[in-house]
């Protein structure tokens, strides 16, 4: 009895041709991975710091909503300096860029408290952050929220009607202007938070 041997296989020539095919495909593949990856990463950063504007944004306008202390031992219930009134302290890390006071009725049976809400930059970690400090009753820190991750610089205060933000005629319109740049971006966003007080 006779032993065939068996001379299937792959020559040569047809390597050749398989391997070139291969790098015709995996060349531009891996291109369009790569593109992609990039891609993902600034539209994370992206989406990061768009996020960071719609929290900033939906916190600032809701405290200047909420603006105004009343002197509630006179018959006139005058408004008294509400935006950075040292009667009205909340104190926490960081440098503060505004102080925002209001009565707050939430006790139905009680007098009012008087909540604060005290924006402040600190870094952490490295990271240049906008912070938004409450404090309710007391200058004691009952919540800590980053509102702005990378901030560049620092943030800008206006008032509007009156244009002074420290008078007992508390202004009817308050903007801070804060600049957001993640580190890995080349090019910074301006965002302009603005409130418009409910109470005349």
Known sequence: MQLRHDER???LTELLVA???LAIIIIPLGDAMIGFVRNTDATTRRMIESHDMQIATAYFAQDVQNLGVRDWSSPTFALRQSIDNPSYPCTGAGTSVINLAWDDFSSVSGPST???ANYVVRD?????????LLCRGSATVVSDVVLVHHLVGSP???????????SA?????????VTVRHP??????PITLTGQRRQT
């Open 9 to 11: 296989g792959v020559t």
């Open 19 to 21: 391997v070139t095919i």
């Open 114 to 116: 008087v909540v604060r």
């Open 124 to 132: 952490v970690d490295g990271e240049h952050q906008l912070r938004r």
């Open 156 to 166: 800008v205060l206006a008032c509007a009607n009156p244009t002074t933000c420290t």
């Open 169 to 177: 005629n508390v202004p009817q319109r308050v903007t801070l202007t």
């Open 184 to 189: 890995a971006n080349t090019t910074s966003i």
